[in-house]
């Protein structure tokens, strides 16, 4: 290509200096295309961002305010209670950070279709599509529902460190009818966790 043509004809390319830099060369028209189009991807991935911050710290605050619940729980054998409550905590955190990621996942998922509207729609406003997102996304992955699951993966925790190790460890070995009758009774009382709503949330 001549010379004078280089600076003519639009063209984009990355920088030598600096790699997540974009140079844009040709007609102004183009140019002013282009940088409105980066401008509003910069504006769309700011809303994004911002968006998983918002959901970050409303599921911070509700797992704070579950954990500080179960702090507050006084028993007389706080031994087990303790032991109940650790486990609890691990499972809570664990589905924390899971949120947190897969949260983060469906939004930029999203955000490969905002890019064709940003291309196409320089007006479109993407902050009501987040908040639709946002809000979707929270009540068909609601927090309280996870918290059935932690339960009842701490109650099975629970019992693996205080029924079963100790039934390995002991001299004694059970007779199967008692077995049977323990094993029974820990299947009656996950099905109450499940279904009695007293035990909900």
């Not at 028209?29 to 970050?56: C, G, P």
Request: glycine share 2%.
């Amino acid at each position: 290509m001549k010379t004078y043509f280089q600076d003519s004809v639009p063209s984009m390319e990355l920088d030598e200096q600096y790699e997540d830099q974009i140079l844009l060369r040709g007609f102004q028209v183009h140019h002013k295309a282009l940088e409105n189009i980066f401008q509003k991807i910069r504006l769309l991935t700011q809303q994004i961002h911002s968006a998983e911050k918002d959901f970050n710290q409303q599921l911070n605050r509700n797992v704070q305010t579950v954990l500080q619940t179960v702090q507050q729980v006084h028993l007389e054998k706080m031994i087990y209670w303790k032991s109940y409550q650790s486990s609890f905590v691990k499972h809570t955190n664990h589905s924390y950070d899971d949120n947190i990621k897969n949260f983060s996942k469906y939004l930029h998922e999203k955000l490969r279709s905002f890019l064709d509207i940003c291309i196409q729609d320089l007006s479109h406003d993407f902050k009501t599509d987040i908040f639709h997102l946002t809000n979707n996304y929270s009540k068909d992955t609601a927090f309280t529902d996870d918290m059935e699951k932690i339960k009842l993966c701490a109650f099975g925790d629970f019992i693996r460190e205080h029924i079963f190790l100790q039934q390995k460890s002991t001299k004694t070995i059970p007779n199967k009818d008692a077995v049977s009758s323990l094993n029974k009774h820990i299947g009656k009382v996950q099905n109450i966790l499940k279904t009695d709503t007293k035990y909900k949330g």
